[in-house]
């Protein structure tokens, strides 16, 4: 039995109220992002905005407070230290807010993913603006209310990350992006830079191509009696609040197939986080990942160090060309090239590993900048494109392909941006730490054995949930703090020799 102190007991029975809550909730989004006619939209907010209000109850009563106290006092095990220190964070993120501004920031997300979604379709920024006004306004007040040191943005960064601060993000930031900088420009300098690969546009039907993300994520381990895979406008996963009912989402263009697969893969390795937690963790405040840049690092290993990997094309083409038939006139080294061209793009979620960073570290630089007041919303959109200039070499066209393309900022996630760079840099590490334990992975995929790679992902990492906080459980997984070597090593390793050598 994991929990056994008698507060901590009491304390998980009255969660259970809770956690009915933060199921029904997860399954209120899903809806939302996958099923609800556009005009349910409002009322969805309002109850939303309701049991947000009801969640907040629960974490402001005196008598959860009594309990904690009570079982911070008593001698407890890493399980039960875990809950602690998890409800005490909520606890204070609930306690410091104020009801009536928890309840509006739900009301103005709402609006403004509706506001964003036709700006950004007219690519009109002005139709964005004031909602994002409205957004750093609450997300500045909700740093004075949840209190920080040094800078506002850590109040925000650390509700993603717990532990992250401007200080460690910027030291992990320089220490990769002039590599990354330097790779991206010998690779477009090259001889060998191609910015077009003909797989791009041969086209698919979406029933194949369904049938191939399948075929894949069954491969891997993927039991279909907890797991479902759906469309939607972005990939994304939500999870029931348990390992028992995981969902992802994937989609279908019907031509460049690599979008939809490494989509499919890439929640799925977000998925199988939520599904290998210790079943005895379920309905508990330490059920479910840790913290967004661990969760990150799951799906990148599985896309980038997995999907990408010239092993597993050249294990699945049978698949592809059976899912794609005019790939026949293509073999497994040119999928390789296509999934792994370096290029230089607009949007974010299209761009390639290596370019993925400066546009983390962009989105980053900007939002701090919002949120400590040296740059005004209505500045965004061209410091956005000077950075891209900057970064990347290239300038949006349209605010559409520039400041409009991502959602973060209209569901008022600021700061959560730097753990998709995180979870990029890890997932090196992990693979790293993988291999000094089982060999080359490229071994495992070739013989399609994904068990071992699912049992040390589970030992190391997914068993855990979020019993340990996410620096202790990088520590413990790979045996460093996060190491942003790994990361270089992999960059030149993978892209500088198939670009350069
Ligand atoms: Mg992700």
Redesign the pocket.
């Known amino acids: 039995m994991l929990f056994e102190n008698d507060a901590v007991r009491e304390i998980l029975r009255e969660y259970r109220r809770v956690w009915a809550l933060h199921h029904l909730r997860s399954l209120a989004e899903w809806d939302s992002d996958v099923m609800m006619p556009k005009g349910g939209s409002f009322l969805r907010g309002e109850a939303l905005a309701v049991t947000a209000n009801m969640v907040q109850d629960f974490y402001s009563s005196d008598r959860l407070r009594a309990l904690l106290s009570r079982a911070e006092n008593a001698d407890l095990n890493e399980y039960e230290q875990g809950v602690v220190r998890v409800l005490k964070r909520s606890v204070h993120y609930y306690t410091a807010l104020p009801p009536e501004l928890v309840a509006e920031e739900e009301r103005v997300v709402e609006a403004a993913k509706r506001a964003w979604e036709q700006a950004k379709e007219k690519s009109d920024f002005s139709i964005f603006a004031p909602h994002l006004e409205r957004i750093v306004d609450i997300q500045r007040e909700k740093a004075e209310h949840l209190g920080y040191e040094d800078h506002p943005y850590n109040a925000l960064l650390d509700l993603y990350e717990q532990g992250a601060t401007v200080d460690f993000i910027d030291r992990v930031f320089s220490a990769v992006l002039p590599a990354v900088r330097d790779a991206l420009k010998r690779i477009v300098d090259s001889d060998s830079y191609f910015d077009h690969h003909d797989l791009e546009n041969i086209t698919y039907e979406r029933h194949d191509m369904e049938g191939l993300n399948r075929a894949v994520l069954t491969a891997f381990g993927a039991d279909w009696n907890h797991f479902r895979m759906d469309v939607s406008a972005h990939p994304f996963t939500i999870d029931l609040a348990g390992p028992q009912d995981v969902r992802i989402t994937t989609w279908y263009h019907g031509k460049d197939f690599r979008r939809s697969l490494l989509a499919a893969i890439?929640e799925w390795g977000?998925a199988l986080y939520e599904l290998q937690q210790d079943p005895e963790l379920c309905c508990t405040p330490v059920s479910g990942g840790v913290s967004l840049g661990v969760h990150?690092s799951q799906?990148r290993f599985w896309e980038n160090h997995i999907g990408r990997s010239l092993a597993f094309i050249e294990t699945f083409y049978e698949d592809f060309r059976f899912a794609i038939s005019s790939l026949e006139a293509y073999g497994p080294e040119d999928v390789f090239k296509y999934f792994n061209m370096v290029r230089p793009e607009l949007i974010r979620v299209e761009a390639d590993e290596i370019s993925y960073i400066p546009h983390i570290v962009l989105r980053y630089e900007l939002e701090k900048a919002l949120v400590e007041g040296s740059i005004s919303v209505s500045e965004l959109p061209q410091a956005w494109n000077e950075k891209m200039e900057e970064y990347l070499g290239v300038t949006p066209p349209d605010d559409a392909r520039g400041v409009l393309q991502d959602v973060h900022w209209a569901l008022g996630s600021i700061g959560y941006f730097p753990t998709y760079a995180l979870g990029t840099i890890l997932s090196a590490q992990i693979r790293h730490a993988m291999e000094l334990d089982l060999g080359p992975i490229e071994e495992l995929i070739r013989m399609k054995n994904f068990g071992p790679i699912r049992i040390w992902l589970n030992e190391k990492i997914h068993r855990w949930g979020s019993v340990y906080p996410p620096d202790e459980l990088i520590r413990k997984s790979t045996g460093e703090e996060l190491n942003p070597d790994y990361f270089k090593k992999h960059v030149k390793e993978r892209y500088v020799r198939m670009y350069l050598s």
């Open positions: 890439h977000h990150e799906s």
